[in-house]
């Protein structure tokens, strides 16, 4: 069975498995009413056989609400926050609209008139929880035969050898749960790629009709912005008479405009491709989500941040503080406040890249980077409005002033405060990764921000904390040392070989 049928069948199956458990959350909310005198003891107990109409009604229209949010949809990676956000609004929104049609369609049926307006609450409530339960374990189901029977895999196929192309493939190959079965590379010299010498390189775009069809390849993807609109067009010519599905990795400009809209001028028709969401009364809810945050956040953690600066100072001589000054909003410097990690003398040999084991490092500041404990300081940052929760990470002033010059639209990335993590990070762009990349993942949380936005990244962030996601990433840095001209725009691969791009002494910028 190829993908497309897997797909479909798994999409089928969800549809019905959703209905099963609508129709279970029913039933279990009329035995809770039956069974439980709240608000009020129920006079007239009818049988449930009686509500069938009911409950065909709510089913077909959660179902449908579901189908228009496109959560029958399959996709690669999904993110449990937009799913659980999903199914809340879509029975929201589908228990009102049954109720509306069975209210008009059956109004003088004293069944429905006596329907109990708890039973409503119950079943409402009972449907979130079976779904979401309903949908990790399908989720796991398909995750289960992913990994030990390769059911779902596809064969993939990447177009080009420049830094994109190895960002795709590095991302391609650290996260096995995408369903991707890497076969090879295609690129304009033939030539394998230095950094990754393990990855076949199956020929030159012209050869694509043949490769596709000798590979069985079930999707392309064409990782070469740098190559232009042209270049990407011939390419795309070679594959219109093959069965493959293509995608294209954007370039700075396509991602800016992805999602353009018209405007206009007195009459005069123009073209708006960026619309910062963190504007208006936004404005005043980002600010206080971080400050109730941050609040709540310094009163749970200051147990925390006492052992912790008692810690510090007891093992080595220095304050418990590292403050160093970064760029925030706007580009207006201000004190970053951190734990020190490293020795009080880390730079009296002048400022450095850090380094994996870096000696400068404090055994105990070892473990503080390692569950991110140094950063939790920058919730005294967000308190006082200097840093945000969510955002991008602040660099220092003589890093951004040599970012500005080299990347697009790097300083848009200051239209908002700096965060204590951001949608950059939780998706894997830290500091050994092209400052182009991740400024790209800056200007999408700028024009995309909502507030599930900021809690999903929240969420992420504590869950990869946890898992120590990134202990991998880590160990794959080379303790030796490359300016910093050198590190802009590189991406995963060819940084795997030197330090990881923080900043001086205690300063990590991920």
Not at 413 to 435: C, F, K, P, Y
Request: hydrophobic fraction near 45%.
């Amino acid at each position: 069975m190829n993908t497309q049928k897997l797909r479909t069948l798994y999409s089928v199956t969800l549809m019905l498995l959703d209905a099963l458990l609508i129709g279970i959350a029913f039933i279990l909310a009329y035995r809770l009413r039956v069974s439980l005198n709240w608000p009020e003891p129920l006079v007239n107990v009818v049988s449930i056989d009686l509500y069938a109409s009911l409950l065909l009604i709510q089913i077909l229209s959660i179902v449908a609400t579901l189908f228009f949010y496109r959560q029958y949809y399959i996709v690669r990676a999904a993110s449990r926050v937009d799913q659980i956000y999903y199914i809340i609004a879509a029975v929201t929104l589908g228990v009102l609209i049954s109720i509306a049609i069975y209210t008009f369609v059956f109004k003088n049926d004293p069944v429905v008139l006596d329907f109990p307006r708890a039973m409503i609450i119950y079943a409402w409530f009972f449907d979130i929880v079976l779904l979401v339960i309903g949908r990790i374990l399908h989720q796991s189901l398909r995750s289960w035969l992913l990994k030990s029977r390769g059911i779902g895999k596809d064969r993939l196929l990447v177009v080009g050898a420049d830094d994109m192309a190895k960002i795709v493939l590095q991302r391609v190959l650290w996260s096995p749960n995408l369903g991707y079965e890497l076969i090879g590379v295609v690129n304009q010299d033939g030539q394998p790629i230095p950094e990754m010498p393990e990855i076949p390189i199956l020929g030159m775009p012209e050869e694509l009709p043949h490769i596709i069809e000798d590979y069985k390849v079930d999707e392309l993807l064409i990782a070469m912005p740098e190559k232009g609109h042209r270049e990407t067009v011939r390419i795309l010519a070679y594959c219109e008479t093959e069965h493959v599905s293509v995608k294209i990795f954007p370039d700075v400009f396509e991602y800016v405009t992805s999602q353009a809209t018209i405007d206009d001028l007195g009459g005069l028709p123009l073209l708006s491709v960026r619309d910062n969401a963190l504007r208006g009364y936004m404005l005043i809810f980002k600010r206080l989500m971080d400050f109730v945050g941050a609040a709540i956040g310094l009163i749970l953690v200051s147990p925390i941040m006492l052992f912790t600066a008692i810690a510090i100072k007891l093992e080595s001589p220095g304050p418990a503080f590292f403050v160093q000054e970064r760029m925030g909003l706007d580009g207006r410097p201000f004190k970053m406040i951190k734990f020190r990690s490293m020795r009080k003398d880390a730079e009296k040999d002048g400022p450095g890249w850090t380094t994996e084991n870096d000696p400068r490092q404090t055994r105990f500041g070892t473990f503080l980077r390692r569950f991110e404990l140094d950063e939790l300081p920058n919730l005294i940052n967000v308190l006082l409005g200097e840093m945000s929760l969510v955002g991008p990470r602040p660099e220092q002033a003589h890093y951004v002033a040599q970012f500005r010059e080299t990347v697009p639209q790097y300083m848009a990335r200051h239209r908002e405060r700096g965060g204590m993590t951001g949608w950059a990070q939780v998706n894997g762009l830290r500091g050994d990764t092209s400052i182009t990349e991740r400024t790209k993942y800056d200007l999408w949380y700028s024009a995309n921000w909502s507030i599930l936005l900021d809690i999903k990244i929240i969420l992420r962030t504590l869950w990869q904390i946890v898992e120590r996601k990134n202990s991998q990433r880590k160990k794959t840095v080379s303790p030796t040392t490359t300016p910093l001209e050198d590190i802009i725009g590189r991406p995963l691969s060819e940084q795997s070989s030197m330090s990881s791009p923080q900043s001086t002494a205690d300063s990590k910028n991920n």
